[in-house]
């Protein structure tokens, strides 16, 4: 895999990451956002309980 669609991979994936944290938000059942995201509810599960990186988990102090 070349660096470009390495690249866009990674992008694609912080994309699905950040939808799931709106469906979430919304009130969505892990079910539910599988669907609209097209993955299984496992792959949902797992996103969801992988760590977040830097230590403030990319929340700035006020």
Request: hydrophobic letters at 35%.
């Amino acid at each position: 895999m070349s660096g470009l669609d390495e690249e866009i991979l990674k992008e694609l994936q912080m994309l699905r990451k950040l939808k799931m944290m709106e469906l979430t938000e919304a009130g969505f059942p892990q079910s539910k956002m599988a669907d609209a995201l097209g993955v299984s509810t496992r792959t949902v599960r797992r996103l969801m309980a992988s760590p977040k990186k830097g230590k403030d988990n990319g929340q700035q102090e006020t």
